[in-house]
């Protein structure tokens, strides 16, 4: 079955580091999300894609990067990673950008926390 | 204000009861709309799409009314497995964005 994948599922580090949290999906979709989710907030959008080498920012992509050189994966990057970084990070995709069936699947989440 | 707003709860009802959620939301160009359940910061996973006409799925249902600019969830004769977070999400496909309201908790109650 197409599937959506992330990991690590939970990762500690230190602030300052380099951080990179992945996200394979293998329903062949073009388009990719990634997403943080804080207590007392929804998802917030970081970056997305809507194919190979397109990225785009989000709401709040200081301090994140992402890349796209195939369509199953879109790495999340924290470039030098902060304490306000703390958070449940999600990815998703989805197969249109436009209709009403343009839902998002959403992978399992991976836990950062930055110390 | 925010972009897609909902009544964060929490609502405790007792099995049966039937409970509506309320989502506002402030983009126009709005032209996607959904509700998704999300348990325990698990991920979200769809529930419905919302179609102009309102549309049903066994014990949900739900309502658009674009002039108002407004979306609705009755969840009738509620079950323990009810009990989650109710995501309201609106899209606009133009800019290729989804926005996410913070969420409605459900809570049901024997």
């Known amino acids: 079955d197409a599937e959506i994948t992330q990991s690590p599922r939970h990762k500690i580090t230190e602030t300052g580091r380099q951080v990179t949290l992945a996200c394979h999906q293998t329903?062949?979709?073009?388009?990719m999300f990634w997403y943080r989710q804080d207590l007392g907030h929804g998802l917030r959008l970081i970056h997305y894609?809507?194919?190979?080498?397109?990225?785009n920012k989000g709401e709040v992509s200081d301090g994140y990067s992402v890349s796209r050189s195939n369509t199953e994966d879109l790495p999340l990057t924290l470039e030098s990673a902060a304490s306000s970084q703390t958070s449940v990070y999600f990815c998703?995709?989805?197969?249109?950008?436009?209709?009403?069936?343009?839902?998002?699947?959403f992978g399992p989440g991976t836990r950062l926390t930055v110390l | 204000r925010k972009e897609v707003e909902q009544d964060p709860g929490p609502f405790n009802v007792p099995e049966g009861a039937t409970v509506a959620f309320n989502c506002t939301y402030s983009?126009?160009?709005?032209?996607?709309f959904f509700w998704y359940r999300q348990d325990c910061r698990k991920e979200p996973k769809l529930l419905m799409s919302v179609y102009s006409s309102g549309n049903e799925d066994g014990r949900f249902t739900a309502q658009l009314n674009r002039a108002s600019q407004y979306i609705s969830l009755l969840i009738r004769d509620s079950k323990l497995s009810d009990s989650a977070t109710y995501l309201c999400?609106?899209?606009?496909?133009?800019?290729?964005?989804?926005?996410f309201g913070d969420g409605t908790t459900l809570t049901v109650k024997p």
């Open positions: 894609s809507y194919g190979v080498q397109d990225t």
């Open positions: 998703a995709s989805s197969s249109q950008r436009t209709g009403a069936r343009n839902e998002q699947f």
């Open positions: 329903w062949n979709h073009n388009n």
């Open positions: 999400v609106v899209t606009d496909t133009n800019a290729g964005k989804s926005t």
């Open positions: 983009n126009s160009a709005s032209q996607s």
